[in-house]
C-alpha cells in the first residue's frame, strides 16, 4: 500500500490524496488550490492519475479547498461514487455550482484581458452546470457508520467540529492478511465553536494526516471573543463607520450570526445600542447554507438545540437581512448609517466582498474585521500584513480603514487543540504524517508531537508519495507524469509576492506626492518581472 500527497502537503489548500492497495485506489478529498495566480494555475494541472482508475472518493467535508475540484473531477470521467455526510452532500449542493459560477465569472474576465493581449482564450476549470451534475454522484452517510466501499477497505466518518457535516475519517485497509488503519484529520475543530459539536475522540491509529493551519498559534481565549467582537461593533459604529466582515459562507458566517444572537441575551446597554444597527449577509450562498444549518439541527450542539426547541431560531434575529440580488447588494454601499456587512469570501479573494472593500477600505472611520484563516498570497493575508495599497478590480485602494483579527472564531484547531486530540489516542500511531499547514506552522507542531508525545512525524511535499512495506516516503514522478520541484515553486512564488510589495511601496510614494521623480518605468518594469514570472510557473507545469 501506498498513499500519495497531491495537495495541502507544505501549503494549506488543495487537499488531496491517493491511497492504492494491492486491489483498490481512492483519493480523500479533492479540493480547490487557493490563494492567488501560482495556486490557480495548479488548479488548471492535470490530475496525475488515470480517472478511470479511482474506485472511490471520501470527502471530509464541503470547504472549496476540500471539494473544489470534484466537479472537474467529474468533467474528467469519473462516475463512482464520492461518500461524504449528509450534511456535508447538502452543503456540496449550494457551494459546488456557486464554485462555478465563479469560475465561469472570473474566466470571462481573464478572457477579456487575454483577448485584448492576443493571448489564447481559456475555459472555465468548470461551469456552474457541470458542477450540478457532479452532484448526482454523491451519497450521504451518517457519522459513525461503517460502509465498505471496496472488499478491502472499510470506512467511519467522524465529527471533526470544524463546520456542519465535517469528518475524521477512519480507514481501515486489508492487505496480505493484515489491517493497517489510517486516520484522516480532515480539518480538526477549534473548541467551543458557537452551533457545532466537539470534536470526536479517535482511540487507535497506525498511521494519521493530521492538518496545521495554525500549527505554530494559540488562539486568543474563547471568552474574550464575544466581548472583543462587541467592542469593535460599538466602537465603530460610534465613529460613524461600517464594520465589513469577510466571512465564509460556511461555518464562520453563521456562527457570527449566533454570536450576535446570543449577545443580544446576554448584554443590557449593548443590546439597545446594537439594536438600531442593521447586520446584513450579503452573499447568496450563505444565506442558502444558513438554511441547511436549520435543516440539520441533529448536527449542532445542545445549547442551540435547545435554542430550537423553545422556538428561538438561532440563526434570526429583528435586525438581521439577507440579500439576495446584485442590485441589493450594490445598495448597501449607499446606506448612510453604519451598518455591519458579513459577506463572502471569507479570503477576500472572489465574491461581494471585494465590492465593499472597495467601497469601505479607504475610509478611516471603518473597520474590516477578519475571523478567519487567511491564505498566503491572498488580499485578505495582504490586509492582515498591513499593506497600506492594494488593487481590487485593477483600480489602486488606499487602506486607511482599521484592520481587525479575532483568531478564536478561526473553525480550526490551534497547536493545543491539535495536540490535545492527538494525545487521546490509547494505541499510538507508529507515523503521524503533518499536512495543510505552511512551513513554520508544520516544522513546529511536528517538534512538539515528537517532544511531548514521542510519536514519529513525517511533512511530505506535494507528490510525495509513502510506501508501507517500505517504511519510506519517496520524492518521486508520480507515475512519470509531472514532477514540480517544490523548491523552485516556492522560490517563486517568494519573488512575485516581493515584486508585489515592492510595487505597491512605489505605488505608495507615488500617490502620497512626496517625491517628483517619475517612476513610472520602474513600476512598469516590477509588472514585467511579474509576467515573466508566471511564464516560467507555467513552463513548468507544461
Avoid at 480539518?187 to 467551543?192: A, I, L, P
Avoid at 453604519?338 to 477576500?348: E, K, Q, R
Amino acid at each position: 500500500m501506498k498513499i500519495s500527497f497531491l495537495g495541502a502537503a507544505k501549503e494549506v489548500t488543495g487537499s488531496c490524496y491517493l491511497v492504492e492497495t494491492e486491489k483498490t485506489k481512492f483519493l480523500v478529498d479533492c479540493g480547490m488550490f487557493q490563494g492567488g495566480e501560482v495556486e490557480d494555475e495548479l488548479n488548471y494541472q492535470e490530475f496525475i492519475f488515470d480517472v478511470a482508475d479511482i474506485d472511490f472518493v471520501l470527502l471530509t467535508h464541503a470547504h472549496i479547498d476540500h471539494s473544489g475540484r470534484i466537479p472537474l473531477l467529474y468533467k474528467r470521467g469519473y462516475r463512482k461514487r464520492i461518500y461524504a455526510t449528509k450534511a456535508t452532500v447538502d452543503l456540496c449542493r449550494y457551494m459546488l455550482p456557486d464554485s462555478g459560477h465563479i469560475q465561469e465569472m472570473e474566466s470571462e474576465w481573464k478572457n477579456r484581458k487575454r483577448k485584448r493581449a492576443d493571448k489564447p482564450l481559456r475555459e472555465p476549470l468548470y461551469t456552474a452546470d457541470e458542477a450540478k451534475d457532479s452532484l448526482s454522484i454523491f451519497y450521504g452517510v451518517d457519522y459513525g457508520e461503517i460502509i465498505e466501499p471496496a472488499q478491502d477497505v472499510k470506512v467511519r466518518f467522524n465529527d471533526a467540529g470544524h463546520m456542519l457535516g465535517s469528518s475524521i475519517i477512519e480507514v481501515w485497509v486489508n492487505e496480505k492478511g493484515k489491517e493497517t488503519k489510517i486516520v484522516f484529520s480532515g480539518d480538526v475543530g477549534n473548541k467551543k465553536i458557537p452551533l457545532l459539536k466537539e470534536v470526536t475522540p479517535i482511540k487507535s491509529a497506525d498511521y494519521v494526516l493530521c492538518e496545521s493551519t495554525y500549527g505554530n498559534r494559540l488562539h486568543e481565549d474563547i471568552g474574550d471573543r464575544a466581548k472583543k467582537l462587541m467592542e469593535i461593533i460599538i466602537k465603530t459604529v460610534k465613529r460613524g463607520g461600517n464594520v465589513i466582515i469577510p466571512s465564509f459562507a460556511v461555518g464562520r458566517t453563521q456562527e457570527l450570526l449566533y454570536e450576535l444572537h446570543k449577545n443580544r441575551e446576554l448584554y443590557k446597554d449593548e443590546i439597545e445600542f446594537l439594536n438600531n444597527v442593521p447586520v446584513y449577509v450579503d452573499s447568496p450562498l450563505a444565506t442558502s447554507i444558513t438554511d441547511v444549518f436549520t435543516k440539520h439541527p441533529e448536527y449542532l450542539d445542545s445549547e442551540a438545540q435547545d435554542y430550537i426547541k423553545r422556538g428561538d431560531l438561532p440563526l434570526d434575529f429583528p435586525n438581521l437581512h439577507f440579500t439576495h440580488s446584485v442590485e441589493e447588494s450594490k445598495a448597501l454601499n449607499e446606506i448612510k448609517t453604519p451598518v455591519i456587512i458579513i459577506s463572502a469570501s471569507g479570503m477576500c479573494e472572489a465574491g461581494r466582498i471585494k465590492h465593499h472593500l472597495k467601497h469601505n477600505l479607504w475610509r478611516p472611520e471603518c473597520t474590516v474585521l477578519f475571523v478567519g484563516y487567511q491564505a498566503k498570497g491572498t488580499l485578505g493575508r495582504k490586509l492582515l500584513e498591513g499593506e497600506k495599497n492594494v488593487k481590487i478590480f485593477g483600480e489602486d485602494i488606499s487602506v486607511k480603514a482599521e484592520i481587525e483579527y479575532i483568531e478564536s472564531f478561526s473553525g480550526h484547531a490551534d497547536q493545543k487543540g491539535i495536540l490535545d486530540w492527538l494525545s487521546q489516542f490509547t494505541d499510538k500511531p507508529r507515523k503521524i504524517f503533518i499536512v495543510h499547514g505552511e512551513d513554520e506552522a508544520q516544522e513546529e507542531l511536528a517538534d512538539k508531537i515528537e517532544n511531548q508525545l514521542g510519536i514519529e512525524t513525517l511533512i511530505p511535499s506535494r507528490y510525495d508519495t509513502y510506501n508501507f512495506e517500505e517504511d519510506k516516503l519517496f520524492t518521486a514522478e508520480a507515475e512519470d507524469k509531472v514532477k514540480l520541484s517544490v523548491e523552485l515553486t516556492n522560490k517563486i512564488e517568494e519573488m512575485k509576492l516581493r515584486s508585489d510589495k515592492a510595487l505597491n511601496k512605489l505605488q505608495e510614494l507615488i500617490y502620497s506626492k512626496d517625491i517628483t521623480k517619475d517612476l513610472s518605468p520602474i513600476v512598469s518594469e516590477l509588472n514585467n518581472i511579474n509576467e515573466s514570472l508566471m511564464k516560467l510557473y507555467r513552463e513548468l507545469l507544461d
